[in-house]
């Protein structure tokens, strides 16, 4: 039997202290849901401010308002806050180093998956574009108060 991972959970392990590492990977081994709808409003107006090139800024941050509010979370959880304050790092710290915004997958249904090492791998990144530098990346959002080392990763 082969067991099937989307890729976010495993993406994760990369900035997970040692000391979490085993919980990480009981999430993982337990096929838990990760908070996909939480920043789900975080996604969509992402891929709608880089397709409108960062106009109708006012527009797009009414339409997180209108998504994240309706986002069900824990008590002691704000999704709007939540999803702002990450759109906010996104346009300060990311958008800039995009030159030309490609394609969204973010309705593109998820393909097989890849094997690795046992593991079917699945999930698609969130975008694609061009960086400053002439380049192709395919862009993966991760929500995360990353501090500016992280960010230069």
Not at 68 to 90: E, I, L, Y
Not at 131 to 152: M, N, P, T
Request: proline share 5%; with cysteine; net charge positive.
């Amino acid at each position: 039997m082969q067991i099937s991972v989307h890729i976010y959970p495993l993406s994760k392990l990369v900035h997970t202290p040692a000391g979490s590492r085993e919980s990480q990977i009981r999430v993982i081994e337990q096929g838990k849901l990760h908070a996909y709808r939480y920043y789900l409003p975080l996604r969509e107006v992402v891929a709608s401010y880089c397709k409108t090139r960062g106009k109708r800024l006012d527009h797009i941050v009414q339409q997180l308002n209108l998504s994240a509010s309706a986002v069900t979370a824990h008590r002691g959880a704000n999704p709007v806050k939540d999803n702002r304050t990450a759109f906010d790092m996104f346009v300060s710290a990311f958008y800039p180093r995009i030159s030309n915004f490609e394609e969204s997958f973010l309705r593109e249904e998820a393909k097989p998956g890849c094997a690795f090492e046992g593991v079917l791998l699945g999930g698609l990144p969130h975008f694609s574009a061009i960086h400053g530098l002439g380049e192709k990346r395919f862009v993966y959002l991760q929500a995360s108060k990353w501090d500016e080392d992280d960010l230069k990763a």
